[in-house]
Nanobody, 116 residues
Framework: QVQLVESGGGLVQPGGSLRLSCAAS????????MSWHRQAPGKERELVAR????????RYAESVKGRFTISKDSAKNTVHLQMNSLKTEDTAVYYC?????????WGQGTQVTVSS
């Protein structure tokens, strides 16, 4: 079955950086679109960044453009989210998601807290 395992969350000061990783298994990674979403307390889950694995095309939420970068390692079936210049408003649970043949799967989420 599909498994998405996130890692790399934690506590960081404003202006700092974190790198999230998502290891995928159980589906054809090369035929999928992978994305990161986040959900802050009391707010709806929102798309942060997306990458289409076969052509590498990416899309970002306006709030993270220029600060976050999504990338893929097809040899390891892994996607990363490099987060720089973090702000307190980036605090949320970050979820990895896979869209494959119209079916969406989710990871368990990893907490990112930006605080001084």
């Amino acid at each position: 079955q599909v498994q998405l395992v996130e890692s790399g969350g934690g506590l960081v000061q404003p202006g700092g950086s974190l790198r999230l990783s998502c290891a995928a298994s159980g589906f054809a990674f090369s035929n999928s679109a992978m994305s990161w979403h986040r959900q802050a307390p009391g707010k709806e889950r929102e798309l942060v960044a997306r990458i289409v694995i076969d052509d590498g095309s990416t899309r970002y939420a306006e709030s993270v453009k220029g600060r976050f970068t999504i990338s893929k390692d097809s040899a390891k079936n892994t996607v990363h989210l490099q987060m720089n210049s973090l702000k307190t408003e980036d605090t949320a649970v970050y979820y990895c998601s896979a869209l494959h043949w119209g079916a969406r799967s989710w990871g368990q989420g990893t907490q990112v807290t930006v605080s001084s």
